[in-house]
Each structure stands twice: as C-alpha cells, then as structure tokens.
C-alpha cells in the first residue's frame, strides 16, 4: 500500500480496501515494482505463519512431518514432448 502513490497516506489503516479497488492498474503495478525493487529478502512475498487456526498455522515441512496437510489424490506431470 506504502508503494501505491494514491494510497500511500492510507497505509497502516483500516480503510486501504476502497483505495487500492479504485486505483488504476499501472499505478499498482508501478508500486508492486517500487515494493520488490526496495525488500530486503529475495522472496519478499513469503505466506505469513498466523498460528494455530490460521491459514497457514506453522512452517509446511514441519506440518508434513506431523501428517498435517490435505490427503487428496492426485496426478502431476508434463505432456512436454509427449510423442516422441
């Protein structure tokens, strides 16, 4: 929000939702850049741990090793050159 130049004042407080609705695509944009381009990690996006309850309650390996994650089947791959 503190990157978006329209809502920058807003930043902190709880009334950042309207703002960043109604601004337009390249000023986000601009200050998604501005955001990435000034963040001290190389992947300044990271899930935040939000404890138990949370959408994410704990580190996913540590979850793993408790059995803690979705049981569904599924089937991962490629069709990357498939024919040959």
Sequence with gaps: MASVASCS???GTRHT???IRNANSTEIF???QA???EAPEEFPFDPTIDGPGGLYPDI???LLARGHFAKLPF???TNL???A
């Design 9 to 11: 004042s807003l930043a």
């Design 17 to 19: 939702f309207d703002c």
């Design 75 to 77: 089937i991962s791959g």
């Design 81 to 83: 050159d498939e024919g």
């Design 30 to 32: 601009s200050g998604l």
């Design 35 to 37: 955001a990435i381009s």
């Design 60 to 62: 996913p390996s540590k």
